[in-house]
């Protein structure tokens, strides 16, 4: 395999900031929680459905806690006490609160003990369940081995969850082996889950259960013709992380678009919301062996790539030790890098090398999620096909895990069926050709790959420092991340971030920690 | 230069005068006017020898009609009292091509008048038209009994997917062409029979030839006009100078504006040539004079020009147009501007909200506008013409500039021309930084001007530094400001919050007033008047402040402070 | 004479009106075609017709769709107002009467009268105030009654500013599923109804307020003095980006008369704040208003729309297409049923529904 | 002393209409030799492959128009389709003179020219407001034509002293937009729109423009619309002034503003008629 020669003592130093840093971050908002937790606690108790207007119980049972000024408490704690003084199942209760017929903060106390027992074993079906379709995958896995890397990732981006399906076994056909289906416009900013089938959208799909679940079949009939498990991709962010962490978790995805701090930079979300559910989503995923995607392709398509490689991997950095403290293992989480360098600079494809290695090399056993050209990309198919080919070759080259399939029409509109086509024909050409070429060729030391690593290395070391100096929040504030400004106290969705009260409880959280503590029962997706 | 703004004004005059004598000519003169097009485009088609289209024929058109209007409007007042702008004549046989026998409105239309072929082409082919409609609608009136459905204007028609046997019957019929099918009609389109099919080509190589020779007069008529071309620019030029001249005279009347007297600066002294060097010895600080020296009099010294005969700038009730309409529109009363200059500097003081900054602009204005060539709106004017007119901007945000260093910068282009006579307006300079420094920096700039201007410039300076006039012993002049009785800061007569806010039934009243600017609006007294040099300079600030409603808490202690500094 | 025999061109031809605008629910949905049938059977009856666009029609190829698109055609009489970068050859045939202003792209606008037949593209001015003085300049020159086709679904034409009626277009391509159509056009045809303040004394009073360009407040009578109101203004011209801070001005208002936009987010704001008293939101009128569905407050204008007709296009771009009778006959259904009996019209097929609309009988 | 001739002394830029091409008239694809019309097609038909889909390939080329069509590839793509490379000849001529090409009329200026120009015509800088409305968080497009640094080495807007520009950024409600440009007095709204699925960018844009109607602003600025799926065609059909496709430059956007600007003010005198 091809090695830069870097100086481990500053990787080192970089991984020990960074854990600082996260650590902080964590620390100050351990005492926080935000209504997508509850709503998400709500739905390992099983409430589930909307209101005849179309209003999510989850939303109402939490938005109904919140306006009496109980959801301080969380929201397992008034739900189990609801079900025990009412003698109803939580959706029962949710929908009693719906229709008007009852106020669950002002219900009898049924007793502390009782009530933290109740809510504990209300979750545990869900919890059961995902233990479940995990066990599902690792089988799958087994029977349907996928054998080559790096994994073919292609995106369905149609609107029409029908329509996606189709294509996604299309694309599955065509050698893709991963899926993603492209959510709809907008979604991050709703404060709610769709729900039901959807048939439209703006520029995707809308992310719902009941969709996951029509692609996940879709998908698992198209895996068992090929002998080839076909994974499935879909979008864990905006203002409703952890409640996609769980339909997603339950309807047995395997992979999710999942970054610590992309919501607060290109969404204008508030900070303290995104950092407390992330780590809850996170919590999820790790649990259901769901590996999450980072963003940090948005650096490279936001400023300019060539001098965006330090922030790149400070926030790599920074995704990692967020994830590792949410559980995740390394071989579940998926950093995300992309091919961006503009193609007029002269060795541009030395130094993405370069860098696409170094990132490789720094986070060993993370499937790196490499993505292709998008910014330098025109109306010129053929110029954007071969570009698209070099791509291809620094991925196996460098020994890439996820492969985000380039299109030779990126500029123009979402994939034709051709595209993909043309464009999985391509990569998979590349993969068999290049299959063994980086095991043969060696970096030369010192020369411009190595000059280029070592530099970009020390920038990121350095502008990590300086995070750690001011504390995350206030780099933040004062740009450091992509020349985004966001305020700790500005951003959408702060007003669902509360304060934790005395009596908080949330018994999601406790045995998703018991279980991921409990390293030997959970064997990861990917064998080690 | 005087000499021919002075002609301006007279023809100004002149016009001004017949508008008054002909009121109702006028109003159409400039209807006239109103509705004429840019005819600059054509002629330049027609210089370069081009074809016009149509709409540029219509320009030219329209042109002949205006000028023929308006010269017989102007024979009206008799065309001799017009001094210069008369139309020329000459331009009917222009008229007469564009519009063969047609009065009135102008229009343009490629007339069967111009060709007595291209009008039989036209006959011809309206006849060839009205028998195809003949034949289609025989052929349709054949189809319509046998089917018993209409047959649209179109040749149209639809046949409802249930009605079989009528379907059935429509598909067999060789007079019709299934065209589309919709989820529950089958559409059919009449076929041309073939003495329509005939006519159809017929029709097209007509339209063909129509088109042919349409474009044909188009390029005679274009060469036609060439040769009438100087006439027709002259034309042009002449409406254009007019149209120019009423717009001047149409603003002097709405804004009843006077004509300015326009003197030689320094012409009093009759030596006549080099006004540089006559200003210089005439109006520069006197030797031995030294400006300070009046500061303790109290008497209002005569610095500068004192053997000059009479002010160099007078304006008297002059007004800001658009200052003006925005004071109606409240329904305020508006105090005209009077000042004599008759010193190379002079100081403007005043409280805030004063109109300082108004009465400046105004005096600009008049300036600009009487070098312009325009009725100056005020009561009476006299001044010299100036070789550049310098209006120190406001606070205008000059990307990395601090307000202070723009307008430092902007500073340094009217001292560059300090050969030149120039009228130079300052608005509180250095406002933006400490006062004393602010101050300071304000006196030597104008002391400046006091001993090194050569070319005759006015200066005037508005300010809120106590004592700058007379530190610098030139003419001060103040704002009279907020009137006696509204000046009892404590007195229950000051402005209190809520006044003007009181509004009764059936009525209106806005917010805009409820501020307090309205009680401003009504108490402040805008005249300007000389005063002695050290005349204080009002402290009218703080009952501004209470006016526009300021916490009286802040009022009261900034009272004391105030005492105390005092 | 018998309702149900009145044709479109006859409930136009008999209104009464100098100036019609037809706008569609989207695109598609047959404005030119409507506007042709118009225009030869007004002119079958003798009248003069101006033509006009509010934007672009009558060109050969669709600039979105790149689809062939219906050509308008002048006939010999007509009074027609275009761009002259557009008019080609055809200003041979026009007797031309007029050139004014600047449209940037296509050139000057040309008024002219058809000397002969004239199939045209019609560009119309770049907004809608200057449309408004085409229309009355076409009327000035001799036009009986000017058709002014609105562009895409913009509704700009349709302001009773600009034209004295308007008929609405509709069709398949605004929705495939009749039911769902039916429900979104309701809910057009509602906005576009909204009539004047059922109060004189504020009807007249929002009538004042809209020349002003400020945001207004209408106060009730104090104190004995019922049945008289006073206007109040305020220091904003607009609501945009300050829905809540002027409700925060309401006071005791019996209305708030916008002279700009009336958006969804005033709405909403006015919504809220309705619910502790009455508030009515008047706009100037229903052009300006931006609802995305009906508001739960009082919504009126100062000068209403008079909705003439809607007329229905059954077939998509796509080619699908309803059964014209049922279409027409749901939709006509479903505009009753909120209480607005206008005609509707399928000037293809000829299909049409007059039942129950009032006033329709003619002589 | 001068004398202008008035305010209907202006310039007058031709009518809009295409000026007759002095080359050949009619034109054809040039593949190989001139005029031989010969063209490359590349589509996908729901057909598994076989002879029956290459059948229909052919058939489908020659509803192009195209003559003697020829499948140079015909892939399986999986669910039955066949994805086709074909080649073709074009046998009908293109005339060009019959076209009519939409585009701003401007010319190209360089940097000092814009800046002097608007200095003279304004005497203040032009106040230009752009954001990415509604759904469009795309702001790529937006950022290279208003951000200092430009692209591709030609800088932003915000580099020429004669603009004062405000980016509001992405996903800006339409009417915040026309409220920040009312705040700001702006002479012009630049809009980015990249997200055209399902037409919403159609939507979205003719409700922009029927908002500034309300408003009162339509005639004020000057409104241009520029993303990777819009001509200046459609911008004009939309109500827009001009519209702006893929690969403009910052200052192709510049001298248009500079000149659509200085135009509307020498035609200030039209604006009462």
Redo the contacts between chains.
Sequence with gaps: MLRLSIDTKTVDRCHEIAENITSRVMEELSSLSTVAIERTVARFAGVDGVTPDGVPLPNVLVDHLAEKGKIHDGVAVHLANACLALGKTPVQVSRMIAGGETDISTLEWQGTEEVTRKAREMCRDSLDKIRARRAEREALLEELPVTQTPWLYVICATGNIHEDAVQGKMAAAQGADVIAVIRSTGQSLLDFVPHGLTTEGFGGTYATQANFRLMREALDEKSRKLGRYVRLVNYCSGLCMPEIAYIGAVERLDMMLNDAMYGILFRDINMERTFADQNFSRMINAYAGIIINTGEDNYLTTVDAFNAGPSVLASQFMNYHFAKKAGLRDEQIGLGHAFEIDPAIEDSLSYELAMALLVRQLFPDCPVKYMPPTVHKKGDIFSAHVLDSNFNLVSVLTGQTIHLVGMLTEAIHTPLVQDRYLSIKSAAYMRRAAQNLGHNLEIKRGGLLDTRAASILDDTLKLLREVNEKGLFAAITEGVFAGVKRLRTGGKGREGVFKKSRWYFNPVEEDLRAGLSDRSQAPGPIQD | MEQSLGHEFDRLEAALGLWRKNPDLFTEMLGILESLKDPLHAISLLQEGQVLSPAELFILANLCACVRRIRHLQDQTGISKWPANTVPPGLEPAEVLLAPGSQGQPRFYISDAYSASLAETRRLRKHKQEMWHREMAKQARAVETALGVRISGTGEMAIRKTGRAQLEKARLMPELGETRQTLSHVYFKLKPTRDAVNLETELNLLKAKQRAQETEVLRELSGKLKQHLPVVEAASQALGELDFLLSKAELARATDATRPEIIRPGAGDGSGSGKAGLSAKHRGPGEGLSPGKGMDSGIQPEPGRNSSPGPDLILQGAFHPIVLNEVKSRGGTYQPVSIELDSIVSVITGPNMGGKTVALSTVGLCVAMAQWGLMVPCNYMKFGLYDFIYFQPGEEQTPGLSSFAAEIVSLKQPLARAGERGLVLLDEVGRGTNPSQGRALYAALLQYYLENDTAGSTVIATTHYHGLAATLGVPHWQVRGLATEALGLKDSKGPEAGEGAGWSEGSERTELAGDGLDWLYRHMDYTLQKVGPDTPTPQDALVVAKALGLDAAIIDKALKFHGRGG | MIETALHLADVVAHSGIRSVAIVGTAKNVGKTVTMNYLVSELSAKGLTVGLVSSGRDGEAIDAFTGRPKPSVVAPQGAWVATAEGVLGEAAAGLEIADVSGHQGLFGRLVLGRAAEPVALELVGPRSARELGVLVNKLLDLGADIVLVDGALDRMAAASPKVTDATILATGASLDMDLETMAQQLGFIVWLLSRPEHPVKGIASLAKQAVEKDRVCFIHAGRGGMQGRYTLRPINYPTVLGVEDEILERAGDAAAVVVPGAVSQAFLDSARSWAKQRELAVIASDAVGIFASKRPGVSLYVTRPLNLLAVTVNPVTSLGISHDPREMVRVISAALRDIGYAVPVFDVVSGEKSTEGVSGMAVG | ?E????????Q?T????ASSAPHSDLVLPYGDELNDGLMQV???LPVAAGALAEEAARQAMKLMGLEDPQVAEA?A???N?T?FIGYGRLTRPVELSKL?V????WQELDQGTINRLLQETLA?PLVVVGAATG???HT?GLDAILNYKGFAGNRGLEAY?AFKVVNMGS?V?N??L???A??LTADAILVSQV?T????H??NL??L???L????L??KVVLVVGG?RI????A????Y??GFG??TRPQDVASYLAQ?IA?RHV?LG?LH?
Excluded: W, Y
């Excluded at chain 4, 202008?4 to 202006?10: D, E, L, Q, T």
């Excluded at chain 4, 004009?236 to 109500?239: A, F, H, K, N, Q």
């Design positions: 002393m004398t202008g001739i008035g305010h209907r002394n202006c007058v031709s009518g809009g209409r590349s589509f996908t892939a793509i999986g669910n389709a994805f009519r939409a585009k701003p009329m203040r759904q469009d968080a790529l002293s996903q409600p009417e915040s026309v409220a920040k009312r705040e997200v699925e399902r037409n919403v159609l939507a003719t409700n423009v029927e908002l109607e309300a408003e009162g339509r005639d990777p001509t200046h065609a459609l004009v059909e939309l109500g002034d001009a893929p690969g659509e135009r035609e039209h008629e």
